[in-house]
Each structure stands twice: as C-alpha cells, then as structure tokens.
C-alpha cells in the first residue's frame, strides 16, 4: 500500500461563502506506517480523513489523492465503492459508540455491511474473524448495542472497519469518552493491527496518544497541515511555535506546569493572507504579514518564517 495526498483543498459551501476547512495538504505514507493528525477542534482533522475516503457530506474536494497508483478523486461513485471504499480504504468514525443502530444486533449490522459491499466470501466466518481481531467473543454478536459497554462497542465499531480487511485505516478520534484502561486496550489492538502491515491515520487532539502508535505526524492548524515529520523529531525537537505550545500543554511526569495557546484559531470563512498563525504567536515577526514557505526538514517540512534561513535538512 501506498497513498500520497497532494494539494488537497477540502471546502464547504455556506450563505457567507466557502469554508476552506482543509487547505494545500500535502504527505505520503507507505505500507505499515501510521500516521498521526493532532490539532485543536475545528482546525479540519475530520475533513481531511473523510476527503480521503470520499464521504465528505456537502463538501467539494479537489487536489490529488493517489492509492496504490490509481487517483482516486477521478473515479465515479461507483467505480470506488466498489473498488476502494472498505475494501482498501476503510474509517472507525468520530462518535463511534453511538453510530451503532440500536435496534439491530451486532450480527445484523455486520451482515448489512457486507451485503452493501458486495462481499461473495463466507459471511459467518468473515464476521468472527473480524470480532475474534479485537479480542471480543462471539457472544457479543446476539446483542443488541445498549447490551455492551462502551470499550466493547467502540471494538465492535473497529472491527467493522476491519471487516474487508483494508490496507489503510481511518481512525477519527477513536479513543475519545473512554477510560484509560479501555484506551490502552484500543491502542495496543492498534499497534497489533500494525504489526501485521496495516497502515493507519489516527486523528485525535491527544498527543499522548499519537505518541504511542504514530511512525509519522502531521499538526494542522486553520486547515493546513503546519508542520509535519517523524514522531521522534516532533516530538523531540518541535519546530513550529503552535506544535511547541501544543506539547507544553501536555502535563508531565517531571511535574512541569501545563500551559495553553491564548486567542482563538483563524475563521475558514475567510482565510487570512498572512501567517495563520499570528495573532497567537509569541514570536512573530513583520515576515509573518505574508504567507509562510513550506521549508524542508529533516524528516518532513514545517511552514514558519522563523527558519526562512536555517538549513533544517542537515
């Protein structure tokens, strides 16, 4: 598996005019890699994996989106439900634990998901296979959603995606509303799922969590993707000043005091021209008037005028 996403611009239409909810995003993954997305609410994380799996609800994508050498984005409706959508390319979706209907058992959703999908295979052995991967019994099948806990409905949620057995998963928030225990489970059934080659987006605002399970991240604010690498570098020497004030904000062992970002994110409404970024960064400067380069770093690129003549590369 491989994707590569170039330029892509996701907007919506509204009575004000278009919201660019995701701007010029740019990044490649390869087979077993994962990806991490982390960033404040409203910044256009969702917008971004629902682009991709070409499920964006009055929204109007345009840029490339290339999957295993084929562009997605130029083929019909059809041609990628059937081809691509669950089979290659599935989503656990933000909300999960409620997006489970609850006047069905979970068999009876499992099997509409394969009928819809035109599975010909064994439907009894595909359906526990997918169950037995998120280490549930079969027992769970005969219930109804109300029946389960929430850490069981969210794996039933995420073996759904699994079902088809994709190459690449989606996973929006998928650990939200949950307890720690039940977090650990979900992201050691993510690392697992990993290990065996499956390639993932894990889109969350937490960045302990994208820690655990992210080979690769990406920090979008106001719609574009601001800074981008691996997570060793990320994390261990931040370039951007919203990915340093997003990391500090994350309270720590050594018992440093948390701090936040004052101000609120730009409107999509209207993107600004300038350094989305500005009116909340401590280090502006005059350049930052102007829309910054997307300057090269060691494993990825970050977008800040800060290091216009810093040769991040080396």
């Known amino acids: 598996m491989e994707l ?11 009575s004000n005019g278009p919201v660019y909810a995701v701007e010029n995003v740019t990044f490649d993954l390869k087979e077993g890699e994962s990806l991490g997305i982390a960033g404040e609410s409203a910044c256009g994380k969702s917008t971004l994996g629902l682009s991709i799996i070409r499920m964006l609800s009055g929204g109007k994508v345009q840029g490339k989106i290339i ?3 084929e562009s997605i984005l130029d083929l019909s409706e059809s041609e990628f439900d059937e081809k691509f959508r669950w089979k290659k390319i599935s ?3 933000q909300g999960a634990m409620n997006s489970l209907d609850p006047v069905f058992t979970i068999w009876d959703q499992f099997v509409e998901v394969l009928k819809q999908h035109d599975f010909q295979g064994d439907f009894e052995t595909t359906i526990k296979d997918a ?3 998120v280490s549930l019994d079969e027992m769970v099948l005969k219930k109804y959603p109300h029946e389960l806990s929430g850490g069981m409905k969210q794996r039933v949620v995420i073996a759904m995606a699994l079902l088809l057995n994709p190459k690449f998963v989606i996973a929006d928030e998928p650990t939200t509303a949950l307890d720690v225990l ?3 489970q979900i992201i050691n059934l993510l690392k697992k799922l990993k290990k065996n080659g499956m390639s993932f987006m894990l889109i969350t605002h937490d960045l302990a969590v994208l ?13 574009q993707i601001i800074e981008f690498g691996s997570s060793f570098e990320i994390y261990k020497n931040p370039k951007h000043p919203y990915t340093q004030g997003l990391l500090k904000s994350i309270p720590t062992l050594r018992g440093d005091v948390p701090t936040y970002i004052k ?20 280090l502006a400067i005059d350049k930052c008037k102007k829309l910054p380069p997307k300057l090269k770093t060691k494993t990825g ?4 005028w800060l290091y216009e003549d810093e040769k991040l590369s080396n």
Request: aromatic share 10%; with cysteine; glycine share 8%.
């Open 67 to 69: 999957f295993d050498g």
């Open 263 to 282: 101000g609120n994110p730009p409107s999509l409404l209207q993107p600004p021209t300038e350094c989305r970024f500005i009116e909340r960064c401590p």
């Open 131 to 133: 169950i037995h991967s």
């Open 182 to 184: 039940i977090q650990a």
């Open 211 to 223: 820690s655990e399970i992210s080979d690769k991240i990406g920090i979008m604010y106001g719609g």
């Open 91 to 93: 989503m656990i979706f």
């Open 4 to 14: 590569s996403v170039k330029d892509l611009t996701a907007r919506y239409s509204s």
């Open 301 to 304: 690129f970050v977008q800040c």
